[in-house]
């Protein structure tokens, strides 16, 4: 009798065991459209990694309904000005994403496009060649110098100048949210030298004597006016011009802005000029930090 207890109690965990490893549940069996909802309130980056874990989740993830609360509100405008670019309208919503992740040439390559990858924000970058700068034509004054150090591969540098105006504008549809403007800037002119990065200074003047002055307006009637030197030689830094305020995401806004130092009292030179950066206020923090 003994024995045959022995016996049943050695072959009941046994079948217990096994009972149990049957019905533990796996991510695998975890419902699709579960998991898909669940990837609903990840980052795209978040979703990108559990993409990686199995066939389910992989499949999860690659829900246009998902997707779609990532795109920006404004994507199919968005498509519309990269129409001459690329045909993007024939990939699913994560490939689309995917590719507004990168920087999209528009307006003849003189302005990009991109939206930030983890938070869906929209991001612009007006050319130097996109600007309206005072004497641009004058080679006495001014020179449009091939870089690898500008998206745009060139830049405008100042060589003296009494007169300093820079003017630019965009008429664009932006999702609703609040937006900073920063001027790409650099005093002195950087070359490579024996494959070393160098910055030559000797032309830089005039610039502690007054500040620059910036401008920004809207369309909808948003002024901001803002100032301060030009500092940091050899070095691109991000001036913030301010920040402006969308509401009505489906309706275009003309955006003005300006850089100037027109105090004929004094010249000045040795500044490099790139691009015009317009981004969510959130992104736009981190290059405040940097300054």
């Not at 309206?132 to 060139?154: A, K, V």
């Not at 005039?206 to 009637?221: A, E, M, R, Y």
Request: aromatic share 8%.
């Amino acid at each position: 009798m003994g024995a045959n207890a022995s016996a049943c109690l050695q072959s009941y965990p046994e079948s217990s065991s096994s009972s149990s490893i049957k019905s533990k549940p796996r991510l695998e069996d975890i419902p699709e459209n579960c998991i898909a909802l669940v990837l609903t309130h990840l980052t795209p980056p978040e979703i990108c990694k559990l993409a990686q874990l199995n066939r389910a989740f992989r499949a999860a993830a690659s829900s246009d309904f998902i997707w779609d609360s990532k795109l920006p509100s404004n994507y199919r405008y968005i498509l519309e000005k990269l129409s001459n670019n690329k045909d993007l309208s024939c990939l699913g919503k994560k490939g689309l994403y995917g590719n507004l992740c990168h920087h999209n040439p528009f307006d003849g390559g003189t302005r990009e496009i991109w939206v930030d990858k983890k938070t869906g924000g929209v991001c612009l970058l007006i050319s130097s060649r996109a600007l309206t700068i005072t004497g641009i034509d004058d080679r006495r004054y001014w020179t449009h110098l091939p870089t690898e150090e500008s998206r745009f591969q060139t830049i405008a540098y100042l060589q003296q100048t009494w007169w300093l105006e820079v003017v630019g504008d965009i008429d664009f549809q932006l999702p609703s949210g609040c937006y900073s403007l920063f001027f790409r800037l650099q005093l002195g002119r950087a070359s490579k030298r024996l494959g070393r990065r160098v910055c030559n200074l000797d032309h830089i003047h005039g610039w502690n004597i007054k500040p620059v002055q910036f401008h920004l307006t809207t369309s909808d009637g948003q002024h901001v006016t803002s100032k301060c030197f030009l500092n940091n030689p050899g070095n691109w830094m991000h001036y913030h011009v301010g920040d402006f305020l969308v509401v009505e995401s489906h309706q275009s806004m003309r955006i003005k802005f300006s850089l100037t130092q027109i105090d004929c009292t004094h010249t000045k030179g040795g500044v490099c000029i790139d691009s015009v950066l317009i981004c969510p206020v959130s992104l736009g923090k981190e290059l405040r930090v940097l300054l």
